[in-house]
């Protein structure tokens, strides 16, 4: 109880200091130093930026270097909490009991008390917006039981995901010896989450409440209120990961992840995912791959009741290229000469293969839009009959 108290008296103190509620703030950033800076501008010391679509990497800078990220750990907690919903194990209106372990965590969360009751909507809302390690310990039990079941279950999908440079020790972030892991890895998860369309209804929240009205919620990201195009997605600082940030970006058909670990201030992550993104929609273009002008209506059928077969091809997703590289776009048709009945609606029949300065970006099948049935002895008289009483 005193160190709840104690909370309130800080909290009403750092809010008449900041321009922020008290919830809204994370742990404190680092002191600054001098920045030193990349090509691209960059003071953090390890950052990457993905595309969402195709996963490529636009740029990194040390990737793969092993570093704590303080609640950007979240992304993780929110994959497996999303899955567990979507499974039907929880539901967003599922009321949580808070454990003595929950409302034990330190750092930045919303003050949950043993035994309070909330419901899993407002707990993702706290942990997405204002980044509250109580509220994630929380959903952490709410599927798995216990924390260490659920951080065990959040390594196990790091593997699934190829995040080779991971390894968590804890559901929120918190520095913990160990706990570890890569820009690579965070874009990893980032793009996971991403999957899961709901996340962005609780990332674009930039000021909410919860307990009816009685506690309010700024959101960490400040990209939301100036960055065009921002979508998301996590933040976090603590003294071991210094200022770091999953910011997510879309404009037009282009969606991009940019990843900065280890900044000295929390206006320097915001600065260098600025560029970053700057970076991604400045320098690339997305291209919708259009149906082959030589792609021929139809091809021969041997053995059928129709001579031909009409033929479909439909690209479903868009390439990444370089500004000025669309230009160099190129298609190749790959097609059977002819088709042997029966043929179904659907089947391959060939390909159209898309480059661009001999790198393939992309193979599309070419399919049958109609069914061919085999010709047969039947068919064949019915077709004569036909034709002779007509």
Known sequence: MLKKVLCCLLSAALLALAPLPAFAQEEAAVSSNEAVTDEVGLAAPSALLMDFSTGKTLYEKNSHERRPCASITKVMTLCLVFEAIESGKLSYDDVIT????????????????????????????????????????????????????????????????????????????????????????????????????????????????????????????????????????????????????????????????????????????????????DYGFGSFCSVSPEVPEDLPETIAVEGGMESEVVLRCAPDSAFLLKNGAQENVTCELHLTETAQAPVTEGQRLGSAVYKCGGETLGEFPVTAATTVERINFADVMALLFRAFVS
């Not at 962005?200 to 400040?222: C, H, K, P």
């Open 98 to 277: 808070t454990s003595p372990m929950a409302a034990a965590q330190d750092g930045s969360d919303i003050w949950l008390v043993e035994g309070e009751q909330m419901t899993v909507d407002d707990l993702v809302k706290a942990v997405v917006v204002v980044s509250a390690n109580d509220a994630a310990v929380a959903l952490a039990e709410a599927v798995c039981g216990t924390e260490e079941a659920f951080v065990a279950k959040m390594n196990e999908k790091a593997k699934l995901l190829g995040m080779n440079d991971t390894e968590f020790k804890n559901c929120n972030g918190l520095d913990e010896e160990g706990h570890l892991t890569s820009a690579y890895d965070v874009a990893l998860m980032s793009r996971e989450l991403m999957k899961h369309n709901k996340i962005f209804e609780y990332t674009s929240i930039w000021l909410d409440y919860i307990r009816d009205g009685a506690t309010q919620l700024v959101n960490t990201n400040r990209l939301l209120k100036s960055y065009d195009g921002i979508t998301g997605l996590k933040t976090g600082t603590t003294s071991l990961a210094g200022a770091c940030i999953s910011a997510t970006a879309q404009r037009g058909e282009m969606s991009l992840i940019a990843v900065v670990l280890g900044d000295k201030t929390t206006d320097e992550r915001f600065t260098d995912a600025s560029r970053l993104l």
